[in-house]
């Protein structure tokens, strides 16, 4: 099983420190290479400041020479020396940098320090979310917690995104000889005012259970995984789910929002990249070339009207 090589964005900040302690490891147990990316902000390009005889070149020169010294002393204790000598800075956007250094080099996903954001913080995204509303690279956001990865949790629907999350899920478990746990979140019935559903919120649920172990199991190959089907809204059942198993590592699929739903109403991976109550690792999931049947549930005819 070869692994591409690992990319991490670091910026400076302690979040981003740990999150070059966790690509070093992933690339270590992976035994592929690892690479830190720092994208210095272009302050200059708009800039026109001929009166006082400074090519903009030596400008840009003396920006990344600071944000190299600031983000290596950040790193002393994080990484080992040989790491630190693969920083590469670039002047230019987090995002579009990272996400052309990730293409260059082949990644197997880009691993980034999360910072937990505020409602009116979140409006315009992060790095990690523009990263994922691009959909074309795995990323990886870090919090505080230990690189240590014992149990593995994979969320999935039923639609096509829910085989690939579940391949890449058995993938890393495989990588660390984690535990795995396929989570499949089945929302609540909605209530529909002047409208009598001939179905029973549990009945509906027990439902649910069944088709959604019937559909995912067949998906597995991992020795010794298990499904479980929770009732809830999704990102807040994952959060809940991650906390009482103590997940060491969440996977998801990314599929399905256009970028302005993402923008408007985020999606379930934003929502958990908003509080990270573990690692989390989003998978962009094409949509496939040829339409396909998603899983489904056995439901009855009646229910299906007011899903």
């Known amino acids: 099983m070869t692994w591409q090589p690992i990319v991490v964005g670091v910026d400076g900040s302690p979040e981003s420190a740990r999150a070059a302690a966790l690509g070093a490891y992933i690339a270590e147990r992976a035994g592929t290479s690892c690479y830190l990316i720092h994208a210095a902000i272009d302050y200059w390009s708009t800039v026109s400041v001929p009166e006082?005889?400074?090519?903009?070149?030596?400008?840009?020169?003396?920006?990344?020479?600071?944000?190299?010294?600031?983000?290596?002393?950040?790193?002393?204790?994080?990484?080992?020396?040989?790491?630190?000598?693969?920083?590469?800075?670039?002047?230019?956007?987090?995002?579009?940098?990272?996400?052309?250094?990730?293409?260059?080099?082949?990644?197997?996903?880009?691993?980034?320090?999360?910072?937990?954001?505020?409602?009116?913080?979140?409006?315009?995204?992060?790095?990690?979310?523009?990263?994922?509303?691009?959909?074309?690279?795995?990323?990886?956001?870090?919090?505080?917690?230990?690189?240590?990865?014992?149990?593995?949790?994979?969320?999935?629907?039923?639609?096509?995104?829910?085989?690939?999350?579940?391949?890449?899920?058995?993938?890393?478990?495989?990588?660390?000889?984690?535990?795995?746990?396929?989570?499949?979140?089945s929302e609540p019935m909605p209530v529909v005012p002047g409208i009598t559903i001939p179905m029973a919120d549990d009945e509906f649920f027990r439902t649910a259970q069944q088709a959604a172990e019937a559909a995912i199991r067949p998906l597995i190959t991992y020795p010794g995984a298990d499904v479980v089907v929770r009732r809830g809204r999704a990102a807040a059942t994952i959060a809940v789910e991650a906390a009482q198993w103590r997940a060491d590592l969440i996977i998801l699929g990314s599929h399905g929002k256009g970028w302005v739903d993402r923008l408007l109403i985020g999606s379930t991976s934003e929502r958990l990249l908003q509080v990270l109550p573990a690692p989390t690792l989003v998978v962009p999931v094409a949509h496939p070339a040829a339409p396909a049947r998603d899983v489904g549930l056995a439901i009855p005819a009646q229910a299906h009207a007011v899903r």
Do not use: M, N
């Open 52 to 185: 006082i005889g400074i090519a903009v070149s030596e400008l840009d020169r003396a920006a990344e020479v600071a944000a190299r010294r600031l983000v290596e002393h950040s790193l002393e204790e994080a990484v080992p020396a040989r790491l630190r000598g693969t920083l590469d800075v670039q002047v230019g956007r987090a995002p579009v940098v990272l996400v052309e250094e990730a293409r260059r080099r082949h990644a197997e996903v880009v691993v980034l320090g999360g910072k937990r954001r505020r409602a009116l913080a979140r409006i315009g995204g992060s790095t990690i979310t523009h990263l994922v509303r691009l959909g074309s690279v795995p990323v990886l956001a870090v919090d505080g917690a230990s690189p240590t990865i014992r149990r593995v949790l994979v969320a999935v629907d039923l639609s096509y995104a829910a085989k690939p999350a579940i391949d890449t899920a058995e993938r890393w478990a495989a990588l660390f000889g984690a535990e795995l746990r396929v989570l499949h979140c």
